[in-house]
Every structure is written in C-alpha cells, then in structure tokens.
C-alpha cells in the first residue's frame, strides 16, 4: 500500500466558484484530520479548446499519508499554516477511508451543483496513474465512460456526479507526469467577497516583477492590463506566476491588495506548451491543437477587426487557413508581411471549424523581396526605355528597340521581418502557451 493520490475537477460554473479553492478546502480538511500533503499541490490545464469548459479547464490533484522528514510551508488557510513533506508513509486504512468520505462530502459541499457545467468528480488511487491519461486530456477530448471503465479496473475510488466528466481531468491531474513545471501561488479573498470588485495594487505587482525576474505574466505593458487578477466571478484574487517556485513566495509579500483570506503554491502545468505537437495540417482535427511547417501559399488577408488570415501548405500539400486574431497585437504585424515561399512553423488551436487560430510563429526562412519592375535603360542610346503594357516588354523611343518584360529593373528590398518565434502579447496568451520574451 502506498500514499493516496486524490484528484478533482468540475466544482465550478460560468456563475461562479473556483475548483483551486475546492482544493485548498481539502487540504485544510487534510491538515484538521492529521493526514499530511506530500509533495506540492497540483494545478494542470487541460486541452484548451473543449467547448464546455467553465473557464481555464484545469483539475486539481494532491497526494496525502504520513509526512516523513523536513516540512515547509505551501500556505496558509484559516488562519493556519499548511506544510508539505517531500516523502510519505501510507496512512492507515480506516484513516484513509474516512478521509476521503469527508473529502467527497466537502467537494459536494462547496461545489456550484445544480448551476450549468457543473459536474464534480473525485478519484482516488495509491499510484500515479499512466502519463498517456495526461497526455490524451491534454490533446484530445477524451469519453467519459471509457475513463470510467479504466479507473474502475485498477480499483479507484471514483465519485462523480451529473454527467462525469470531471472523471477525465480528475484523473488527468493525478495522471500529469510533472517534468516541465511552472509553480503559481494563488491568493483567495472572503467567499463573501466573491463577484465584487477585486482591489490589488498594480504598481506593487509591476514592482514585484521587476524584483523577480523568474516571474512571468504578471501584467501587459503594451494593453496596461493587470493579468494576476482574473475577471470572473470566483474567490480568487490574484496568481503570481514562476518558473521556480522561490519567485512567488517572495513576491507575495509585495503585492499590496484587500484582505487575502487564504493562499496555496500549486506546481503547474501552465506555460509548458504541453497541448502542442507536431501535426500534419490534416491531422489537426476539431477541438485539438498542434504545430504545423510549412510554405506560405499566397499573400495575406486583412479581416474586418484587423484579424489577418494566411494560408499555408505543408510538405504534404494540404493547405491550411490560418488566422492571427487582432488581440494578439504582434502575430498579426508577422503575419502581415509574409509573402508566398516564406517557410513558417505555427501553432495554435482549432474549434468546430477547419480554420487554427493561431498562438505563435516561428519564421524559418524568407524569399527575397523585390521592388516592382521599372523600366531599363537602352545599352545603345543610354536612354530610359517604356513600357509597352502588362508582359509586353518595353521600347527605346529612340532606336525603337524592345526588350522582353524580364529586362524590367529591380532592386532587392531588406526584409521587414527576420526569422525567429514571435508570441502574442502576454495578456493575449493562453494559460498552456509556451512562453516568449517579455515585452
């Protein structure tokens, strides 16, 4: 017997509620039974493109027994402090049982049940379940029954209500493999409090960043839009972001805000790219997302709204219609300035159509460009020569002599753009998007 994986997901609805919270709920119900955290609470995002997804699409896993060895503090709730133990025991069956009854019964209790979308789910198991779990949620969309099946036959604890598909991220959380990691340390206000308007300092969080550098995503200088504070209706008040987990805890203390009510520090998944893969353009189906190379196939088109739409043709001759959405801010300056014979690798998504919405570029290689053709000089009479129409050539009005349409004059132009990954604007990125340099 080992320690207890526990994973949830689904407590929340587009009216409210937070399924990071419904976490932190279980850890403090952890700490009153005496059972201890191992290791660091687990914040995953899933594929970003399900079309019945509250918000961000993430699930939540933590892993609990008997601490052994050195604790440190991962936050904070009620007034009391909650440590983590980097290796564990396994808890005794009678304690592991009631705990998780408790758990099941607290994530019923402050889940958003009978709202829209709102499906909770709670597994259980003492291994950490197969990476491809993670893998599958994170790219695809997954059946519900067939994760069912699966985590019924390695004897799972499986609890769920309304249509089960908080199986697929519970699973998924406890399923991520956790090698590419960012850490995010969440601040809750009051649930009293939830809906208001949040009040957080945001020259503190622009100081904060400036002294922690390894902090990513905090706000947007080129929209000047704060991005620690989300815009929904939950008891999250602000997230420090990082790419080592030091980064965060020292900022917390930086930022000035209302009252913080509690806080964790989740290992994340965000900003690691884990939904991208290389595809073929054919095989970016609906709802999934992907890297696709290729050649641009003729010039761009600016959209109404200043979206530009792009097509591409990869290696194997399936053309692609991309488009780089207006918000991104830099995507659509790229792409604008491509020309057909540019090579390009991007990346992005797609929902029910055929068209990926981009995420990010990288411009491989460029044909030169040239300025329009102009009519030569006469090597006889050194004289400027004319045109005689659209592939007609040109004449000398002196000696009247022609010259084919080829002999037009052209000089090569720098190119406008170099080669190299070009991201959107950070308040324009998704929470899996790999990360770019700041602007």
């Known amino acids: 017997m080992g320690t207890i994986w526990v994973g949830i997901d689904d407590t929340d609805s587009p009216r409210g509620g937070c399924t990071t919270w419904v976490l932190t709920e279980l850890l403090a119900l ?69 705990f998780l009854e408790l758990a099941w019964k607290r994530v019923l209790d402050r889940s958003r049940l009978g709202e829209p979308r ?30 069912r099946r699966y985590l019924l036959s390695v004897g799972a604890v499986v609890h769920a209500e309304g249509d089960g598909r908080g199986l697929v991220g519970a699973s998924a959380a406890i ?28 020259g503190s ?22 991005l620690v504070t989300p815009h929904t209706p939950c008891p999250i008040l602000f997230g420090l972001r990082g790419t080592r987990p030091t980064s965060p805890l020292r900022a917390r203390a930086d930022v000035r805000s209302e ?19 290389p595809r073929r353009a054919r095989d970016v189906l ?20 200043g979206h530009v739409r792009v097509r591409l043709v990869d290696p194997e001759g399936t053309v692609l219609e991309v488009i780089a959405f207006e918000p991104t801010k830099t995507l659509p300056r790229i792409v604008r300035h491509l020309v057909p014979g ?65 002999a037009a004059r052209r000089t090569r132009l720098p190119f406008p753009i170099r080669p190299g990954e070009y991201h959107p604007t950070p308040s324009a990125r998704r929470h899996l998007a790999p990360l770019g340099p700041e602007p």
């Not at 000089?377 to 659209?390: I, K």
Request: aromatic share 6%; proline share 9%; charged share 30%.
């Open 30 to 98: 952890a700490r009153d039974e005496g059972v201890d955290l191992i290791g660091e609470p687990r914040l995953v995002r899933l594929n970003p493109n399900i079309p019945w997804k509250t918000r961000g699409n993430a699930a939540l896993a933590a892993r609990f027994g008997r601490g052994r060895g050195r604790r440190r503090r991962i936050g904070d709730a009620g007034g009391r402090p909650l440590w983590s133990f980097a290796t564990g025991r396994p808890l005794p069956s009678s304690r592991e049982q009631k």
């Open 118 to 147: 709102t499906d909770p789910a709670l597994v259980a198991v003492r291994r950490r379940l197969p990476a491809r779990l993670y893998y599958r949620a994170v790219r695809e969309i997954v059946p519900i029954e067939e994760t």
């Open 175 to 202: 399923a991520w493999p956790g090698r590419r990691v960012t850490w995010e340390l969440i601040a809750y206000r009051p649930v009293r409090r939830e809906g208001a308007r949040r009040r957080v300092d945001a």
């Open 205 to 226: 969080v622009r100081a904060a960043a400036r002294r922690n550098p390894e902090l990513f995503l905090c706000h947007d200088p080129r929209t000047r839009r704060l």
């Open 259 to 277: 009252p913080v009510d509690r806080w964790v520090l989740f290992r994340t998944n965000q900003a690691t790219g884990d939904h991208l893969v």
């Open 286 to 305: 609906a709802y999934t997302s992907g890297r696709v190379s290729g050649q641009v196939a003729d010039l761009p088109h600016t959209l109404r709204g």
């Open 342 to 406: 540019d090579r390009v690798e991007v990346w992005g998504s797609r929902g029910s159509g055929p068209v990926l919405k981009m995420e990010g570029l990288r411009v491989v290689s460029l044909v030169p460009r040239w300025t329009e053709g102009s009519p030569p000089a006469c090597p006889d009479c050194h004289r400027p020569t004319r045109s005689l129409g659209t592939v007609r050539g040109f004449r000398c009005l002196r000696c009247r002599r022609r010259f084919p349409p080829e």
